[in-house]
Structures are given as C-alpha cells and as structure tokens.
C-alpha cells in the first residue's frame, strides 16, 4: 500500500532584483549595518542593551551546572582524593586519556586509591563519561576550560594537579544527584 505523498517546497524562482544580485548584497550590508549600529548605541549608553556580548576576559560568564569542562578529582576534607581506583573511569574513557595505579590500603575503610592518577588533557574531550561511570563521584567535570598551553607534556595533570577541595565543586556535586536522584554522595564504608 503506497504511503502518503509529501509535496516539497522546490526552491523559490528568483525575481528580478535576486536576480540583479547587487540589491540582495545592499539589503544583507543594510541588515549587519542595523545590528552593528543598535549594539554601538546600547554599548555607549549601556541602555537597552539586549545583545549578548560578554567582554572577554574582563567579563567572565557563570556557567551553567550541566557545563562540562575539564574533569577533575574531588579531593576530600583529609586532603586525599575520594578515588578508589576501581578503574571504571578509565575503562570508559574513549580517548583513552586516563592512567591509574592503583595502590592497597589494608587498614582502611576503603582498600585502594589512586598511588598514581593521570589525565592526558591534549586528549580528554570533556565528554563527560568518566564522570557518568564513577561510583563514588569522584571525577566530576569541573567549569575549567582555559587550559592552553605551548607544550603537549603540559597537557599531562598528575593527581596533584587533578584534585579540587569537595566545596568548590558543590555546584557540580549538586547537579550530579539531582540528575542521579541521590540524596547524598555514595557511602565509601559499604
Ligand atoms: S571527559 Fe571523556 S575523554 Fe575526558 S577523561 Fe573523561 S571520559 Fe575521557
Ligand atoms: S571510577 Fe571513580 S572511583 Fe573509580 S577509578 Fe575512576 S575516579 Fe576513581
């Protein structure tokens, strides 16, 4: 049984000043001048300025807590990381930027952590997956995105320079359980 016809706009026939070109370009050049003109008035007399244009890097914006920029690791109050290097992250990683040495803590509520954790940033692409596949939250993606550098061994961030203090991501925590519905962070003592 045939299904239903779809009729599809063709392309419109041109008239004669589309055809002339040179008005098209006048009316394009008229737009952008427009714009220009309104956003000159709004800058000089910072009234009704309703364009978005963020003076950079004077002017920095609040990035919303879905954002994703680097990924760091959450570094508790006793200054160590939350990590228990379970490996998931590094698992899901599709760049396959993430190296873990695991080391054992035989006397602690938990028994390994990260003797080593890099992140290979030149090849991160802030996909977020690492984050998604922790068990702990203990990788969460962090606001940082300005991480440019002239050398691609300063791309590679040791643990060291991975960890952030909890409340400076309380943000992204926040975020993270209301999307997964917890309550709180997961217990590390089970
Ligand atoms: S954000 Fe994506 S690419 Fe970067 S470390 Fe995490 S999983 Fe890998
Ligand atoms: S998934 Fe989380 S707990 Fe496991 S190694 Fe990665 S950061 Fe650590």
């Known amino acids: ?14 008239g004669l000043l589309e055809r002339l070109y040179v008005p098209m370009i006048a009316k394009g050049l008229l737009v952008t ?4 003109f309104r956003n000159l008035r709004g800058f000089i007399t910072g009234k009704n300025r309703t364009d978005f244009v963020v003076q950079f ?11 994703r920029g680097m990924p760091v690791l959450v570094q508790l109050e006793n200054g160590e990381p939350r990590c228990v290097a379970c490996g998931l992250c590094e698992f899901a990683c599709p760049t396959d930027c993430i190296s ?14 990260p003797e080593a954790f890099d992140i290979d940033m030149s ?14 939250e203990a990788i969460v ?12 061994d300063a791309m590679l961030y040791r ?3 991975l960890l952030v203090p909890e409340n400076l991501l309380k ?20």
């Not at 239903?4 to 419109?12: G, N």
């Not at 993606?141 to 691609?152: D, H, K, N, Q």
């Open 57 to 67: 890097p004077e002017e920095r914006i609040d990035y919303p807590d879905a954002f």
């Open 141 to 152: 993606m962090s606001r940082e995105v300005e991480i440019s550098t002239f050398t691609r």
């Open 1 to 14: 049984m045939p299904g239903r016809v779809i009729k599809v706009k063709r392309a419109e026939k041109l």
């Open 100 to 113: 873990i040495v695991a080391g054992e803590l035989p006397d602690s509520g938990i028994e390994r952590y």
């Open 33 to 36: 001048a427009r714009h220009f």
């Open 159 to 161: 643990k060291a320079d």
């Open 171 to 190: 943000r992204r925590l926040d975020f993270l359980r209301g999307e997964y519905e917890r309550e709180d962070a997961p217990s590390q003592s089970g």
């Open 123 to 136: 090849r991160c692409m802030f996909c977020g997956l690492c984050e998604e596949a922790c068990p702990e």
